[in-house]
């Protein structure tokens, strides 16, 4: 994701300030957490369905490695504070999508497949947090005497979304709250986003402050019936275009 702007990055171009607009229910977002994409294979040992006992199941090695993750999950929630995530139950998610394991009904499941996103915090130095990951997943595979030899195999694909953000009273963030409570009426509120989006490149690679901020909400976002109000699409286009002539100085 972001190959355009990481593109526009690459080519040199960078501003004074930038606003993404991303589904953000129209709060001012000076923030985004990471997400890396990991894909996690199992190994097992086939046998005849029959005569499973002679075999090793991937399906049922996948378990304890699973319930790891989810605790390792649960345990970066209640250690890894942060005032601009505060308002998320989990904000920084470690969810498994898909799962492909074995290839007949009838035969013990030799190997198998699974891929996740893990979410990174703000300010969380990727590669760490990576290397954390693998070890934590190491860990649960010591625990299985099958694992303990036959090692589960973790590697990196698709997105790989650093977290970012900026000073939340940098004049992009106080210039658009304030335009939004001026066309709103109603106060802003600034929260940092928990999904990965091409904020980060524009503060990582062109060195430009940004924030997000938009209609509609990410809850709606990448499903059949996707939308925004219409109410909202207008108030954001208002206090965009307010924001713009004030950050530059031009007077009504």
Known sequence: GGVGTLATCLRGYSADAAIIIEPTEMMIAPAQAG????????????????????????IEKFMPLY????????QRTATIK????????????IC??????????????????????????????SAEAKQKFVDMVMAAADKDDFLRVNRP??????????????DPTHP?????????????GSPAIQQGMPYGAD????????????IMFGPGDV?????PDEYVPLADLETVTRTLTLTILRFLGIKQ
């Open 35 to 58: 997400a890396l994409n990991f894909r996690i294979h199992v190994p097992g040992h086939a046998a005849h369905g029959a005569l499973r006992t002679e075999g090793v199941s991937a």
């Open 67 to 74: 319930q790891a993750i989810m605790a390792y999950e649960a």
């Open 82 to 93: 942060d005032d601009r995530f505060a308002a998320y139950a989990i904000p920084y998610p």
């Open 96 to 125: 498994v999508g898909t799962i492909h394991g074995g290839n007949w009904a009838s035969t013990v499941a030799e190997s198998l497949t699974f891929e996740g996103r893990f979410g990174i915090a703000g300010g969380e130095d």
């Open 153 to 166: 195999k973790v590697t990196w694909w698709g997105g790989q979304f650093d977290s970012a953000g900026i």
């Open 172 to 184: 992009i963030v106080t210039t658009t709250s304030t335009a939004y409570e001026q066309i709103s």
């Open 199 to 210: 904020m980060r490149l524009l503060i990582h690679h062109a060195h430009t402050p940004t």
């Open 219 to 223: 809850r709606k976002a990448h499903q």
